[in-house]
C-alpha cells in the first residue's frame, strides 16, 4: 500500500530521515522522469505520520473546477481526461492545505500533515491573520489541544510553561479561581497588569464579580469558556503586536479564536469524555498533642526566665497535672486530625461534543460541554455548562455574515479557603491547635483557636455562586472592491454573577441567629467595530492598508441584601430575617478608538509595517482624555536572499525589530480623575454626605512604550527552529493610587506618578528530533527572563499581610521586605538579624527587600512521541530564583507563644534548646519580641520548582478497527498531573499565593495546594 | 454594495460626531466636589457626615478607641495579629497597623469637620436659621475639639489642620505644633462651640452640655482642677443625667442613650460598629481576640470590687471568659464617650487634688459611682488613699472604654502600675507610614 517499494534505496534513506515536507519533494523530484500520457487519475490521500487515509479530504485539481472528495479509503477518482502532469489542491480540516503534482499514473498518495506549531501556519493577529513567516511582531500561538486535558478550571490556567515570556501561576488548587498571568512582566503598581483577552474579536471581562470573601483569590470570568470550544491562542507580546490594541495593549494581548466549520465539510461529531481523581501530594506536617504541650511548657518557662515579674515557672506551666489545676500532662494529650477532614480524593469529570461541517454557503459549529471539578478541599466545586454556535453564512460571492455564540452557566459551591477566622475552613483544619478536642466538657461541638468546628462547617457550609455568560459576536464582511473589504461587527459581554451565602447559627459567622446575603452582580461590555482593509499584491510590492473605529461600553451594577436574625436554622431566605439591609452599585466607562495599519512587503524578503491607535478614555480629565499609541515594526526575511539559499543547513532566516507605545487604564475607578462627595455616611440612621476624593484633572492614560528585536531561525529544513526575542519595556506615567498625607484628610489620590521598566529575553527552541513512518519525537524548549524595576516611586509602598512586600524604587515589584535573619546564635538560642542602620536595636528601620516573587528564568519542556497509533506527552514546567513567604510556617512557628490559639508545625521542633545547638529556629520566647518577629526573613523561602506539568498518553485505534465501528477515529487516553514538583519549599505549593491582590503575591496561608491527579477518557470522532 | 459603503460612512460618522457625548459619563453615587454644601439639607447631611467619621472603625468604632483599654492592664490577646500585642505589651511599633488606622480615621473627622465650619459658616442668610448654622457649625467645632484632644494625649503635639482641603496640594507637609498648642486648638474649639450651641439635651449629638463634659475632662488632663470641677458640676448638676442603676442600666438589654450618658455614638443596623466582633465569642460570632485578662476577671467578680459591674464579663461555652459591654447582634452597640459616671470620678479626682476640705466632696463623688455598682463606701481617707482609690474605681468603671491608658499616662503612673519605666513610651509612635510620605513629620523621641 505504500510506495516506498517504488522508489530507490537512496530516495528510501532521504525519507527515513528526511520530514515529510521533504518525502513530497523527494518525490516529486525522483518520479520527474516519468513519461507524461493521457491515463485516468486516481489517488489516496494519507496522513503523513501514520499513513493512514483520511476519508472526506477534497482534493481540486488546481486550474480547473475539478475537486472529488475521497472515499473512506482515503482514495479519490478523476473520470475526467486530464493530462499529466497534474497540480493538486488537497485540504482538509486539521491539516495544511497541500499543493502537490501527480507525474505518473500510478496511484498517487498524498500526505498531508497535521496543522501544527508551524512556519507555514496561520497566525491570528490584531484584526487580521498572518502567515507565521511574514511576521514581524512577537507572538506565540498555542494549540490548546495540548493542555485541554490539565484540571483546571480554565484556559489561561493550562498555559503555565507554554508560552514564552508568559509567567503563570496558578496560586491555588481551587479550581475556577483566578491565576496570575504576567506578559513579559509587570508595568504597574495600582492599574491591573493582566493581559487583555479577546475572544473572536469581543474584549472580555476578566475582573471576577465575586464579592463574597473567600479569604484572598476569588473566581476566573475566564472560566466561564469551555478550553474545548477554542481553536487557538494567540498571545501578542511586543508593542508592532499589541498596538492595534491601543490603550490595552500595555500587559500583551491573548486572543482566543473558537472553533468554526469549514464550508464543503461532511458533518463530524466529535465526542470527548473524561474521569479523573485528585488529591493532594502531600499536607502539611503538625505537631502531635503532647508535642504541642511540650513546646508550650518550654515557652513558658523560658519567658519565665527572662522576665521574672510574668512568675511563670515550671511549677505553673500550662501542661501540669490537671490535680495541680493544669491542662495534664504533654504525655496525656490526645491527637485530633483536622486536615483528613478537610481534604479529600476530588473527583473530575468532563465531557465535550461537538457538531461540525458545513455546505458550500454556510458552515457551522455546535458544541456543549459539562465540567465538573472538585476541590480537593471539601465541599467547593465548579460545575460549568455550556454551549457554543458559531455559524457563518455566505450571502453571495462578496457578502458574508457570522455569529460566534457562547452560553456558559458555572455554579459553584465555595467556601472560604484562604485568611480570615469565620467560616475559615482550611485556616481551622489546618490553625488549630492539635491537642484541642472538637467537643467541649459536655460534648458539644465547639470551635478552637478562634476558628470555626470544622464537623459543623463541613456539615453546614452554604455558599455558593451562579456565573451565567454570554460573550457573543455578529459580523458583516463585505467585499467592496476586488482588494477592499470591509467589516462591521457588533460584540456583547455580559455576566450575570449571582451569589449567595446562609451561615446558620452553628457557624460563627451566623452566631447568633443566623445571617443571609444575597447579591447579583451584571457586568454589561458592549463593542461596535467597523475595519475597512485594502490588501494589493503587485509585482514585488504587497501592501495593506487597515482602518478602523472601536466604541466600546463597560457598565457594572450590583444589588445586594442581607439578612439577619432568623427563627431558625430552617428559614433561609433573606425574606424571612428579622433585619434586612441592601445596597446598590452602578459604574460605567466608555472608550472610543480609531486605529490604522499600513504594512508593505518588498520581494518577499523586507516587511515593514506602521500602526496606530487613537483612544479616548471617559475616565480621565477633560484634557488627557485621548491617547496616542503608535507602533513601527521591520522584519528581514534573509533566508529569501540569494546569498543565503545556497547555505544547506540554514532553511529559515528572519531578524525583526519593532518599536511603539501601548498604554494601559485597567484597574482604576471609573471616576478616578473628578472630586467627588459621596454618600454612604449616615448617622442617625439619615443620610450623610462628605468628601471622598480629591480631583487630578491631569489623570492620563499610562504609556508603555517596547523595543523588541527577535531573530527566528531554522535548520535543516525547519527541524531545528529557534526563535530569540530581547525586549524592553519602560512605562511612564504609571497609575498610582498616591499615598497622601493623612493630615489632608484623604489617604490617596490616582496619579500619574510611577515608572516601571521590564527588559528580559525570551528563546523557544523546537526540534523535530525523530520523524519516520512509525514514530516521531518532538521536543519544545522555552525559557525566559525578566528583569522588573520600579525605576520611579516617590515614597515606597506597603502591601499584604505584616507590610510583606515594599514597592520601592530601585527594587522589583512585590519585593519582600523583611527583618533579615542571620542565624541563631548557638549560645542564647535567639535570632540574630540583620541590624541595617547598625543603631544596635531591631527596628522598622532595619527591614530590608531580599528577594521578590520575579524568577530568575521560567519556562517549559514539552516532549511529544508517536508510534503507530500511540502518543504521548512530558510536560515539564520550572521557574528558578523567585521567593515566596511561608506564612502558614510564620503562624505555625510561634514557638509555643501563641498556646491555645494556633496550632504548632512539626519543624518548631527543631529549636534551639541548649548552648551549641546549631539550627535556624530559635530559642522559643515571645511572639515579635525578637525570635518569632513579624516579617522575618526564617519563613521567606526559595520558591524555585521544577514541576511535571502533565505527562499523557494516548493510543488511537487502527482505522480498521474504528471503521468497522462506524466511526472515524477512536482515541483512548490517560493524563497524569503534576505528578511530581521538585522544590526546596517547605510549603504544600510553590505557586500558592493567599491574596487576591496583585500586590499582594508570593505569601502563602491557607490556600489549597494544586493537586496530583490523573485522568482517563475517550475521544471519538464519527 | 454601496448600501454596505454608506452603511460603514454612517457609522464612522455617527461614532465621530458622538464621540464627546459617548465619552461623557455621570457617576451616580457621588456629586462633583465644587459646592457640595448650599442650603440646609446639604449642611445637615454634610454634618452627618463628620459624625459618621467619628463613628468610623478607624476612630470611635474600634481602633482609637482600642488603644485607649488595650494599653491598659484589663485586657489579653488571644488572635494572631500582633499590633494588638504591642500594646499590651507596651512596645508599640511605628509601623503598627492600628494606630495608622487611627490616625488616618482622625485627620479625616477633622477635614469633614472643616468643610462643614468653612461651607456652613459661609452660607448666605436666608439659607438656613441662624440658630440652626450656628448649631451645626458649633458641633463640628466640638467634634473638631475631640479629635485634637484625641491626638495630643495619644501622640502628643500634632499638626494642626483648620482649613479643609480642597486640592492635593493642601493640609499636606505641615509641621506638628507642640502639645500646649495642640491643646490650645482643642479649647479655643470648645469655646467656641460652647457659645455656638443651644443648651439642649442630646445624648447622640453635640450641644452646650457636651461641651462642657468634655470641658471638664480637658482641665482634668490639664490639672486645672478648680475648672474641672466647676465643668463637671454643669453637667452634674442638670437632672437630666443620672447614675442609673444597677450599672450595666446604660448597655443591657439593647439601652441606648440612657440618662447615664452624656455622649454616646449611635450605631445602627446600617450603621454598625465592629466592636462587637472583637470581644464576643466565636459561639455569638466574634473573634475574641480580645479577651478580659485574668487579673482582671478576678477585679471585677471580687464582689468587694467589681460589685455589679461583673456583667462586663461572661464566660463562653469553653469556659472562657470574655467581655460583654459591645454584645448586640446586629452590631448596634453605641460607642460610649462620656457618661455621667465620669464627670463624678472626675469631679471627685479635681476634689482630691485640691485637697483640705474638698476630700469630703471627693469622697461623696466616689461612693455614688460605687454605690450604684453595689458597693460599700470607700474605706480611703487621706488624699492619697482617694487618689488611689478613684484610679482602682476608674479601671473597673471604664474597663472596656477608652480610659485606663490615658489615665495613668497623665496622672504619672504608668510607670508604677503598667511598669512602662521609658518616658518616651507614654505617647505613641506617629505612624511609620506618615513619616514616609510626609516630610514635615517628626517622630517622638524614642521610636
Known amino acids: ?1022 | 454594495m454601496n448600501t454596505i459603503k454608506y452603511l460603514g460612512l454612517l457609522l464612522t460618522l455617527v461614532a465621530l460626531t458622538s464621540c464627546e457625548k459617548y465619552l461623557d459619563v455621570e457617576p451616580r453615587a457621588s456629586i462633583s466636589d465644587d459646592q457640595p454644601i448650599f442650603d440646609k439639607a446639604s449642611a445637615e447631611t454634610a454634618l452627618r457626615g463628620v459624625y459618621s467619621a467619628l463613628s468610623d472603625g478607624g476612630y470611635y468604632g474600634t481602633s482609637f478607641q482600642s488603644i485607649g483599654y488595650l494599653s491598659g492592664d484589663n485586657i489579653q490577646w488571644t488572635g494572631s495579629q500582633s499590633q494588638v500585642q504591642e500594646f499590651i505589651n507596651h512596645k508599640v511599633n511605628a509601623d503598627n497597623s492600628t494606630i495608622n488606622a487611627a490616625w488616618i480615621a482622625i485627620y479625616r473627622t477633622i477635614n469633614r469637620a472643616n468643610n462643614v465650619i468653612k461651607r456652613v459658616g459661609a452660607l448666605e442668610e436666608g439659607k438656613l436659621s441662624t440658630a440652626l448654622q450656628n448649631g451645626i457649625v458649633g458641633e463640628a467645632y466640638f467634634i473638631r475639639a475631640l479629635a485634637y484632644f484625641d491626638l495630643a494625649r495619644t501622640w502628643g503635639g500634632v499638626p494642626l489642620i483648620t482649613e479643609p482641603s480642597l486640592s492635593q496640594k493642601d493640609n499636606i507637609g505641615v509641621p506638628r505644633s507642640s502639645l500646649t498648642e495642640t491643646y490650645n486648638q482643642v479649647i479655643s474649639d470648645l469655646d467656641k462651640a460652647e457659645a455656638l450651641l443651644p443648651p439642649t439635651t442630646d445624648r447622640h449629638r453635640a450641644t452646650q452640655k457636651t461641651v462642657w463634659a468634655l470641658k471638664s475632662r480637658y482641665y482634668l488632663y490639664q490639672k486645672n482642677w478648680v475648672k474641672a470641677e466647676e465643668y463637671a458640676t454643669k453637667v452634674i448638676d442638670d437632672t437630666n443625667y443620672k447614675l442609673l442603676k444597677p450599672y450595666n442600666a446604660f448597655f443591657a438589654n439593647d439601652a441606648r442613650g440612657t440618662q447615664e450618658s452624656v455622649f454616646e455614638i449611635f450605631y445602627s443596623t446600617t450603621e454598625t460598629n465592629s466592636h462587637r466582633g472583637q470581644w464576643q465569642p466565636q459561639e455569638r460570632g466574634g473573634t475574641r481576640q480580645w479577651a478580659p485578662s485574668d487579673a482582671f476577671v478576678a477585679l471585677v467578680n471580687d464582689p468587694l470590687i467589681g460589685g455589679n459591674r461583673n456583667v462586663l464579663v461572661a464566660k463562653d461555652n469553653q469556659n472562657r471568659w470574655y467581655g460583654n459591654l459591645y454584645y448586640r447582634n446586629p452590631a448596634t452597640d453605641p460607642s460610649y464617650i462620656i457618661r455621667i459616671s465620669e464627670l463624678y470620678l472626675i469631679r471627685a479626682e479635681a476634689r482630691a487634688q485640691q485637697g483640705g476640705a474638698k476630700i469630703g466632696g471627693a469622697l461623696s463623688e466616689l461612693n455614688a459611682v460605687r454605690d450604684r455598682a453595689g458597693l460599700a463606701n470607700t474605706t480611703a481617707a487621706t488624699q492619697e488613699e482617694v487618689l488611689l482609690a478613684i484610679e482602682a474605681e476608674r479601671r473597673i468603671e471604664f474597663a472596656f472604654e477608652p480610659h485606663r491608658w490615658f489615665d495613668l499616662v497623665r496622672t504619672g503612673r504608668a510607670a508604677a502600675v503598667l511598669h512602662v519605666t521609658d518616658p518616651n513610651r507614654l505617647v505613641l509612635p506617629l505612624p511609620a507610614e506618615q513619616l514616609l510620605i510626609d516630610k514635615a513629620l517628626v517622630q517622638n523621641d524614642g521610636y
Open chain 1, 1 to 1022: 500500500m505504500f510506495q516506498f517499494t517504488l522508489l530507490p534505496k537512496r530516495a528510501r534513506l532521504v525519507q527515513t530521515i528526511l520530514c515529510t515536507a521533504a518525502f513530497l519533494l523527494a518525490q516529486h523530484t525522483l518520479l520527474a522522469q516519468s513519461n507524461q500520457h493521457n491515463i485516468a487519475i486516481r489517488g489516496k490521500v494519507v496522513e503523513s505520520q501514520t499513513a493512514q487515509p483520511l476519508a472526506g479530504a477534497t482534493v481540486h485539481i488546481k486550474g480547473t473546477t475539478h475537486e472529488v472528495v475521497t472515499n473512506n479509503k482515503g482514495e479519490f477518482n478523476f473520470l475526467t481526461g486530464q493530462r499529466l502532469p497534474v497540480t493538486y489542491s488537497v485540504s482538509y480540516v486539521g491539516f495544511d492545505v497541500t499543493d502537490t503534482t501527480q507525474v505518473s499514473d500510478a496511484l498517487f498518495i498524498i500526505q498531508l500533515k497535521p496543522a501544527i506549531n508551524q512556519l507555514s501556519d496561520v497566525v491570528v493577529v490584531g484584526y487580521g491573520t498572518q502567515q507565521r513567516r511574514n511576521l514581524i511582531g512577537s507572538v506565540t500561538k498555542v494549540n490548546p489541544a495540548e493542555t485541554r486535558n490539565i484540571p483546571a478550571g480554565s484556559f489561561d490556567a493550562q498555559l503555565q510553561g507554554k508560552v514564552p515570556g508568559v509567567q503563570i501561576s496558578s496560586n491555588t488548587g481551587v479550581p475556577g479561581e483566578a491565576v496570575n498571568i504576567r506578559v513579559r512582566g509587570a508595568t504597574s503598581i495600582n492599574a491591573d497588569n493582566d493581559p487583555l483577552y479577546v475572544v473572536d474579536g469581543v474584549f472580555i471581562n476578566n475582573n471576577t464579580l465575586q464579592t463574597i470573601g473567600t479569604g484572598g483569590k476569588a473566581t476566573s470570568p475566564i472560566s466561564d469558556i469551555n478550553p474545548a470550544d477554542i481553536e487557538s491562542i494567540e498571545v501578542l507580546k511586543d508593542a508592532e503586536a499589541t498596538a492595534l490594541y491601543g490603550s490595552r495593549g500595555a500587559n500583551g494581548v491573548i486572543l482566543i479564536t473558537t472553533k468554526r466549520g469549514s464550508f464543503n465539510q461532511r458533518p463530524t461529531i466529535n465526542f470527548n469524555a473524561s474521569h479523573g481523581w485528585a488529591k493532594a501530594a502531600k499536607l502539611w506536617d503538625l505537631t502531635t498533642g503532647p508535642e504541642h504541650a511540650t513546646l508550650v511548657n518550654e515557652w513558658w518557662v523560658n519567658t519565665g526566665t527572662d522576665n521574672p515579674s510574668l512568675n511563670r515557672n515550671f511549677a505553673n506551666r500550662p501542661f501540669r497535672p490537671v490535680s495541680e489545676g493544669g491542662r495534664g500532662l504533654p504525655e496525656e494529650q490526645q491527637t485530633y486530625d483536622r486536615l483528613g477532614q478537610v481534604f479529600r480524593t476530588a473527583q473530575l469529570q468532563n465531557y465535550d461534543i461537538s457538531l461540525t461541517g458545513g455546505t458550500k454557503t454556510t458552515r457551522y459549529y455546535i458544541g456543549g460541554g459539562f465540567n465538573k471539578q472538585e476541590a480537593i478541599l471539601r465541599p467547593i466545586d465548579f460545575n460549568r455548562a455550556s454551549f457554543k454556535v458559531n455559524l457563518d453564512q455566505k450571502i453571495n460571492d462578496k457578502v458574508q455574515v457570522g455569529v460566534s455564540n457562547t452560553f456558559t452557566r458555572t455554579f459553584r459551591n465555595q467556601a472560604r479557603a484562604g485568611d480570615g477566622p469565620a467560616g475559615g475552613l482550611l485556616q481551622a483544619a489546618l490553625h488549630t491547635p492539635t491537642y484541642l478536642s472538637p467537643l467541649n466538657e459536655g460534648g458539644i461541638p465547639v470551635g478552637r483557636a478562634g476558628f470555626d468546628n470544622v464537623d459543623l462547617l463541613l456539615q453546614h457550609y452554604d455558599v455558593s455562586s451562579v456565573s451565567l455568560r454570554y460573550i457573543g459576536n455578529l459580523y458583516l464582511d463585505a467585499e467592496i472592491l476586488p482588494n477592499l473589504k470591509f467589516r462591521s461587527s457588533f460584540g456583547a459581554d455580559y455576566n450575570n454573577y449571582n451569589e449567595s451565602e446562609y451561615w446558620n447559627t452553628f457557624l460563627i459567622a451566623g452566631s447568633p441567629n443566623g445571617l443571609a446575603t444575597s447579591s447579583i452582580g451584571q457586568f454589561t461590555s458592549l463593542l461596535n467595530e467597523q475595519t475597512l482593509t485594502y490588501r494589493k499584491h503587485g509585482g514585488k510590492h504587497n501592501l495593506g492598508v487597515l482602518v478602523g473605529n472601536t466604541l466600546q461600553s463597560d457598565v457594572y451594577t450590583r444589588t445586594a441584601s442581607e439578612g439577619r436574625g432568623f427563627a431558625n436554622n430552617s428559614f433561609k431566605l433573606i425574606s424571612s430575617a428579622a433585619i434586612t439591609t441592601g445596597t446598590q452599585t452602578w459604574t460605567k466607562s466608555t472608550l472610543a478608538s480609531f486605529f490604522s495599519k499600513v504594512d508593505y512587503g518588498f520581494a518577499g524578503k523586507y516587511l515593514v509595517d506602521f500602526s496606530v491607535r487613537a483612544d479616548a478614555s471617559s475616565r480621565f480629565g477633560k484634557d488627557h482624555k485621548w491617547g496616542y499609541f503608535p507602533a513601527v515594526g521591520i522584519a528581514w526575511k534573509a533566508d529569501q536572499e540569494q546569498f543565503l539559499k545556497g547555505i544547506e543547513p540554514i532553511s529559515t532566516l528572519k531578524l525583526r525589530a519593532s518599536y511603539g507605545t501601548t498604554g494601559n487604564q485597567n484597574g482604576i475607578g471609573d471616576f478616578a480623575a473628578r472630586g467627588l462627595w459621596s454618600g454612604g455616611t449616615p448617622y442617625q440612621g439619615s443620610a450623610g454626605t462628605a468628601p471622598q476624593q480629591l480631583s487630578n484633572k491631569d489623570l492620563r492614560w499610562e504609556k508603555t512604550t517596547q523595543a523588541n528585536v527577535g531573530v527566528d531561525l531554522g535548520l535543516f529544513r525547519d527541524r531545528l527552529n529557534v526563535e530569540f526575542n530581547v525586549y524592553h519595556k519602560y512605562t511612564r506615567d504609571g497609575l498610582l493610587l498616591v499615598s497622601q498625607p493623612a493630615t489632608s484628610g484623604f489617604n490617596s489620590y490616582w496619579s500619574n506618578a510611577a515608572e516601571i521598566s521590564n527588559r528580559g529575553f525570551e528563546l523557544v527552541i523546537n526540534t523535530t528530533n525523530i520523524c519516520n513512518r512509525n514514530f516521531t519525537w518532538n521536543t519544545s524548549f522555552n525559557i525566559a527572563q525578566n528583569k522588573n524595576r520600579i525605576e520611579k516611586l516617590d515614597a515606597p509602598l506597603k502591601y499584604g499581610s505584616r507590610d510583606l512586600i515594599l514597592q520601592q524604587q530601585g527594587s522589583p515589584l512585590y519585593s519582600f521586605w523583611v527583618y533579615r535573619q542571620l542565624y541563631v546564635d548557638p549560645q542564647t538560642g535567639n535570632a540574630v538579624y540583620d541590624d541595617v542602620n547598625g543603631d544596635g536595636k531591631i527596628t522598622t528601620g532595619d527591614r530590608q527587600i531580599y528577594g521578590s516573587i520575579w524568577p530568575k528564568f521560567f519556562g517549559g519542556l514539552t516532549n511529544n512521541f508517536n508510534y503507530r497509533g500511540f502518543d504521548a506527552g512530558v510536560f515539564l514546567s520550572f521557574q528558578y530564583g523567585n521567593k515566596i513567604y511561608n506564612h502558614n510556617r510564620f503562624f505555625g512557628e510561634g514557638g509555643g507563644a501563641r498556646d491555645a490559639a494556633r496550632v504548632i508545625l512539626a519543624s518548631n521542633f527543631d529549636r534551639w534548646q541548649k548552648p551549641g545547638d546549631i539550627t535556624n529556629v530559635p530559642r522559643t520566647d515571645g511572639i515579635n519580641v525578637n525570635n518569632y518577629r513579624d516579617g522575618g526573613s526564617r519563613w521567606l523561602e526559595d520558591g524555585s520548582f521544577l514541576r511535571l506539568r502533565s505527562l499523557s498518553v494516548g493510543y488511537t485505534l487502527p482505522k480498521e478497527a474504528t471503521q468497522k465501528a462506524g466511526l472515524q477515529t477512536i482515541r483512548f487516553y490517560a493524563v497524569g498531573t503534576n505528578l511530581f514538583t521538585l522544590t526546596k519549599y517547605t510549603g504544600l505549593d510553590p505557586e500558592s499565593s493567599a491574596g487576591s491582590g496583585q500586590n499582594e503575591q508570593g505569601i502563602d496561608l491557607g490556600t489549597p495546594p494544586q493537586p496530583r491527579g490523573i485522568q482517563i477518557g475517550v475521544n471519538l470522532t464519527l
